[in-house]
């Protein structure tokens, strides 16, 4: 099977064979538009869950528990405080997690002392800590901020690699479409939102620009001498590199999903270590969304917003005519610069030849126009013929010149 895989990269990266990726980019916008709203609509149902890092509160940590169930833990919290959900969470096999709303000292040592009554365990194993409102809209903040400022430094250093606006412009647009679809399947599944979580959409969000630029890097390569071809029109060219660059995307994110993967499935799942499933399941998403759009979304919004330049627009257009073995436009500007070119240098031909007879005596001139049996006319009613017959006695004559120069001694 690997061999099989093998001879299709090879013939996907050679373009003997070619995915309809750029030219069905219209079915994959779709198919992103309902996918992202369809999970955001219930991710919006389900309500966000955001951690105690951003909401404030107390958290009580409960080591060396026999029993793992939740039921102690929510009657104790809700008989001391009756309007109060706990939140609470399994952290490896032994140890529970409880967070409240904020308490103050003497509030969080009396509800300790009966989680530690409750699960039979001692005071000791019971451990407290306090996240204030300003510190949780601290992080906020700065997580806010920082998301603004990556974003903006990174567009400002695609448009400035690719030397091109739009290309960055593509990739903010596919990146956009990452983490609102990581966002949604986050919200759906109903992790708790940690900084672990930020840690690891910021960590998509490289992923996935760096997904975007190796695509862009081939797209340029190709596009390199567009106007100087006309086997292929631009959006060919771009579906081309997103084909030979196929297979290396697949390959690089299975490499990164497998130990992903793995901490998603056994630490978080098996071992219940809540510390881990925040980040592994945004890292998880996070790079099969990455992946998709760098190769089917990317592409497509890169012809989409360049397909309009006039280069590329007349490009193609003489790419549609040539096949229809209609006369290029391209080809035509070509042979008009050509035939420009080659009038010019009888221009040039003809000023000399007007230079050399006008160093020439009259009666050599005279008796030329006579040999040649044409009437001085002529030059008026052909300009082209003139010229021609200028030149022509211009070489005649010189040697002539030559001869006079002779006999006269100089």
């Known amino acids: ?9 090879n013939d996907l990266h050679a373009g003997r064979r070619i995915l309809p990726i750029v030219s ?29 890092e951003f909401t404030g509160g107390s958290e009580f940590q409960i080591a060396g528990v026999a029993d793992t169930e939740q039921t102690s833990a929510r009657e104790v919290v809700r008989e001391h405080l009756p309007d109060n959900e706990p939140k609470v969470t399994q952290l490896g096999s032994d140890t529970l997690r409880v967070q409240t709303e904020q308490l103050d000292s003497t509030q969080t040592a009396e509800l300790a002392g009966e989680l530690a009554t409750a699960y039979g365990v001692s005071a000791d194993a019971v451990s407290t800590s306090y996240i204030g409102p300003v510190w949780s809209g601290d992080v906020t903040q700065k997580m806010v901020r920082g998301v603004v400022v990556f974003l903006v430094l990174v567009a400002a ?68 001498d567009l106007t100087g071809q006309r086997r292929r029109t631009f959006a060919e060219l771009v579906e081309l590199a997103a084909n030979q660059t196929l297979v290396r995307s697949i390959n690089t994110s299975v490499v990164a999903l497998l130990p992903i993967g793995s901490i998603l499935a056994i630490g978080a799942f098996l071992l219940g270590a809540g510390t881990l499933k925040d980040i592994s399941l945004a890292l998880f998403i996070g790079i099969i969304a990455g992946t998709y759009s760098s190769i089917f979304l990317a592409p497509g919004l890169l012809v989409d917003l360049r397909r309009r330049e006039d280069a590329i627009a ?5 790419v549609e005519r040539a096949r229809r073995g209609e006369t290029v436009s391209a080809s035509e500007d070509s042979a008009g610069s050509a035939r420009g070119a080659a009038a010019g240098a009888r221009a040039d031909g003809s000023d000399s030849a007007d230079a050399d007879l006008a160093d020439a005596d009259p009666a050599d001139a005279d008796a030329a126009d006579a040999g040649e049996g044409r009437a001085p006319e002529a030059d008026e009613d052909d300009g082209t013929v003139g010229r021609r017959a200028a030149a022509s006695r211009s070489a005649r004559q010189q040697p002539r010149r030559t001869t006079r120069r002779r006999r006269s001694g100089r």
Do not use: C, Q
Not at 314 to 318: E, F, G, K, Q
């Open 1 to 9: 099977m690997s061999t099989t895989f093998a001879t299709f990269g």
């Open 24 to 52: 069905r980019r219209r079915t994959w916008y779709l198919i992103s538009v309902v996918v992202v709203v369809l999970l955001g609509a219930l991710a919006v149902v389900r309500g966000p869950n955001p951690g105690i």
């Open 157 to 224: 250093m695609m448009a400035l690699y690719f030397r091109d606006l739009k290309a960055s412009l593509a990739a903010m647009i596919a990146l956009g479409h990452d983490m609102l679809l990581t966002a949604a399947v986050y919200g759906v599944v109903g992790f708790e939102i940690t900084p672990g979580t930020v840690i690891g959409f910021l960590t998509v969000m490289g992923y996935s620009l760096y997904d975007t630029i190796v695509v862009f890097d081939k797209v340029r390569e190709n596009t390199a």
């Open 314 to 318: 007349r490009h193609t257009l003489a």
